[in-house]
């Protein structure tokens, strides 16, 4: 009896079918995926929210290692440690104190007179050319009362010694005493009468010695330009 050869081609080729078949499920059985739990995520959490500032500062690459423990606040962004660090209060910058004033620029105060022009003049009752600078002061006080104010400072006398001179040659002018010569040292002023003037905005504009009939007549025309220059 003859067989055809199809049929057990087509058997082998189903038991083939059938081991291959075997071999991948044993395979898929032995093949195991692990997920990790939920739990192991809280857990790993947990270790990140309990680190400690010491280990936030060690790793975080704006942090210094000597930065106080107390000025790092570890916060939780998103599961994740962020660090905070508090801005360094730094301390006030001390002013400077204010620098002592001098003696004449305690007594004098010529700031308190910034706006007009200042005749600054040193005098003493014995000075002969005193009495002839006094009648011209007072003359010039009352005539330019806006513009200009003058300032007699008395050369190492008291009051007392003064009274005498200035009844005979009385001017509605400033009267400083100077008994120490404090004041007249620190202008170092040469002789008697002697005179500064200063602007209307503090500066010294020029200097006078002596006194004279003719020194009337030019500084009267050196105020007279000072004031009409506005310095």
Not at 53 to 81: F, I, M, W
Not at 108 to 120: S, W
Request: with cysteine.
């Amino acid at each position: 009896m003859k067989f055809s050869k199809f049929p057990y081609q087509l058997c082998g080729a189903l038991l083939g079918l059938l081991l291959q078949f075997s071999a991948c499920a044993k395979e898929d059985a032995s093949t195991q995926i692990t997920i990790s739990s939920p739990s192991q995520d809280s857990a790993m959490t947990s270790a990140q929210e309990t680190m400690t500032v010491t280990e936030v500062a060690d790793v975080s690459d704006q942090t210094s290692r000597d930065t106080l423990a107390s000025d790092v606040r570890p916060a939780k962004h998103d599961n994740a440690v962020s660090v905070s660090v508090r801005s360094e209060t730094k301390a006030p910058t001390p002013v400077a104190p204010a620098p002592e004033l001098t003696a004449a620029q305690a007594i004098l105060n010529l700031e308190q007179y910034r706006g007009k022009v200042v005749y600054l003049d040193f005098w003493a009752s014995w000075c002969k050319p005193c009495q002839q600078t006094f009648p011209w002061m007072d003359k010039m006080q009352k005539k330019y009362p806006d513009d200009i104010v003058f300032l007699a400072v008395n050369f190492g006398e008291s009051p007392e010694d003064t009274q005498t001179f200035l009844k005979k040659f009385p001017a509605d002018i400033k009267i400083i005493y100077d008994p120490l010569v404090q004041i007249g040292s620190e202008y170092g002023v040469p002789g008697l009468p002697y005179s500064f003037i200063y602007g209307r905005k503090g500066e010294l504009l020029g200097k006078h010695a002596g006194f004279s009939g003719g020194s009337e007549i030019n500084l009267e025309a050196a105020l007279q330009n000072l004031f009409a220059s506005g310095e």
